[in-house]
């Protein structure tokens, strides 16, 4: 089965790529990376500075990482004169050297960066929200190469339609969304004290948990300005979430969170599982569902669903849930069709699929 992926002149045998972060700083990574089958290759993001981390600054909990890492800890110079040329040697995929962050870094970077890019990745995280601002960036990176380059969306960002058209006026290829949420917060209560926080207090949040707004900017994006490539990043832990990145309107994905929290071997398994997900839903290659036009079927009917009573288990979890107080149980699950509101939490939540929607089941 045919994984590979093209976009703006690149191939890549399979669409998962790491994402920037602590798994891709330095030249030992890279290589691990490489050897994990991924199907491209992206580094941490390098600046003109390096950066003050706080110890520790990575928390991992079931479904989300909070971090404070921040850029590269390695000089610019140790990317030009070491990293970077020992890994060209031996690299046989596309390698996207994620940079950042003003205009002034970017007259720097990538004229020293661009001998050893395929393509660039340019973080926003730390510009603000002046789309005037982030379009000059881009002009400014178009004077230094004509390699692709992606911009890389970041929470603050308040219209992400915008964002894209901007920067695709301004002469960016395409939007890797999106970045780590935040700022966000852990705190003790027992020390009364923040844990893993900056000097500000806060940190940022990445992982499976943040799947959903991942999900609905590369949407979004796609839809708005449907001729920019979309690299998907934010929550993917599975092959059956690479599928529903490219469904969404991506054209390959990123992941690093899930890896921090279930081992580096992701990798290599999420790639091994992708030909059986493919199979799964039906499609024949990573292409196809890249092309597939992701249906919307939007109702406003009121329906109260349906209980398969030989598949329910009565553990009442829809009975205790349920915000209309429409379902009781007397020997078996009875929901009532003049309280129930079909908002479908008893559909989501039933660990044994025992309530649906006969419209939806029915493809209506």
């Not at 520790?56 to 909070?66: A, E, L, Q, S, T």
Request: proline share 7%.
């Amino acid at each position: 089965m045919r994984l590979e992926t093209s976009f703006d002149g690149l191939t890549f045998s399979n669409p998962l790529m790491p994402a920037a972060g602590p798994l891709n700083g330095d030249y030992e990574k890279l290589v691990f990376l490489l050897k994990e089958g991924l199907g491209g290759i992206v580094t941490k993001t390098i600046s003109t500075s390096l950066p003050q981390i706080p110890k520790p600054c990575i928390y991992g909990d079931r479904d989300f990482v909070m971090n404070s890492e921040l850029w590269s800890e390695h000089p610019l110079r140790k990317w030009t004169d070491e990293f970077l040329p020992k890994f060209k040697e031996i690299n046989d995929k596309p390698l996207i050297v994620s940079v950042g962050y003003s205009e002034a870094d970017m007259e720097v970077l990538i004229p020293k960066l661009d001998r050893f890019a395929d393509a660039f990745e340019v973080s926003t995280h730390y510009v603000g929200t002046n789309l005037d601002i982030i379009s000059r960036i881009v002009e400014t990176i178009r004077k230094h190469t004509k390699k692709p380059l992606y911009l890389k969306i970041s929470p603050h960002i308040p219209n992400p339609e915008a964002f894209a058209k901007t920067v695709h006026e301004a002469g960016a290829n395409g939007i890797v969304a999106i970045n780590s949420l935040g700022p966000t917060m852990k705190i003790d209560p027992l020390k009364r004290q923040i844990v893993y926080g900056n000097a500000a207090g806060y940190v940022w949040t990445s992982g499976p948990s943040i799947k959903p707004i991942a999900l609905a900017t590369v949407y979004k994006i796609k839809k708005a300005v449907p001729e920019m490539t979309i690299i998907g990043v934010g929550g993917i832990k599975s092959a059956d979430d690479v599928i529903e990145f490219l469904l969404a309107g991506a054209s390959a994905v990123q992941m690093l969170s899930a890896a921090l929290l279930r081992g580096k071997d992701l990798y290599r398994k999420i790639i091994a599982d992708l030909p059986g997900a493919l199979d799964k839903y039906g499609f024949k290659d990573v292409q196809e569902v890249i092309e597939t036009t992701l249906i919307n079927p939007t109702r406003y009917e009121l329906e109260a669903p349906v209980v398969n009573f030989d598949t329910c288990t009565k553990c009442r979890l829809c009975e205790r849930i349920c915000p209309y107080f429409a379902i009781s149980f007397t020997n078996k699950i009875i929901v009532d069709p003049d309280k129930c509101f079909s908002c479908g939490l008893c559909v989501a939540k039933c660990p044994v699929g025992a309530l649906y929607f006969s419209a939806f089941e029915e493809g209506l």
